[in-house]
């Protein structure tokens, strides 16, 4: 089992964003994401796959924040593992912002071929994908919050 931690920082409070969140993940029960891999002759290997989400349980995070479990894997198999994590809401120090904190795990394929495609590209594919579903999630909670009427009022005040 492999770690991998990854983080975004998102331009909108925090007051709302665990409702965008669930939002999102509710209607996106199969995200398509895309990953490219910078390769050492400077080429890019990209890859696309559908992958399945479920959410899990929310708990209380290390940091104080609320969490929210979540795991995915590839709807039809290919070099996307399957992953289990968590999506951690964190206060910033701007108090405008939050942060996306995403931590977990996952399993590289059995046997010998476990080691070279890891060192390969597994652990790659797995931070890059990680940094696909935060942007994905950053899109949603700014998205919403713009259209839910609270941005405007921010943006009001401040012009």
């Known amino acids: 089992m492999h770690q991998i931690r990854a983080e975004l920082s998102v331009g909108r409070p925090p007051l709302e964003a665990r409702r965008h969140l669930d939002a999102f993940f509710k209607a996106h029960p199969i995200i398509a994401l895309h990953v490219e891999l910078a390769a050492q002759d400077d080429s890019t290997l990209a890859i696309e796959r ?19 479990r979540v795991a995915w894997g590839p709807c039809e198999g290919g070099p996307f593992l399957p992953f289990e994590a968590t999506v951690e809401i964190r206060s ?15 399993v590289p394929p059995d046997g010998i071929a476990r080691t ?11 931070m890059a994908t990680a940094r696909e579903l935060l942007l994905r999630m950053r899109t949603e909670i ?12 921010l943006r009001g005040a401040a012009g």
């Not at 700014?142 to 941005?151: I, N, P, V």
């Open 50 to 68: 559908d992958v399945k989400v479920r959410l899990g349980l929310r708990e209380r995070g290390q940091n104080g924040g609320e969490c929210t």
């Open 116 to 126: 070279a495609f890891d060192f390969i590209v597994g652990r790659r594919i797995a």
């Open 92 to 106: 910033d120090e701007d108090p405008r912002a939050l942060r996306l904190v995403l931590s977990g795990s996952y």
């Open 142 to 153: 700014e998205g919403a919050y713009l259209e839910s009427g609270s941005g405007k009022a």
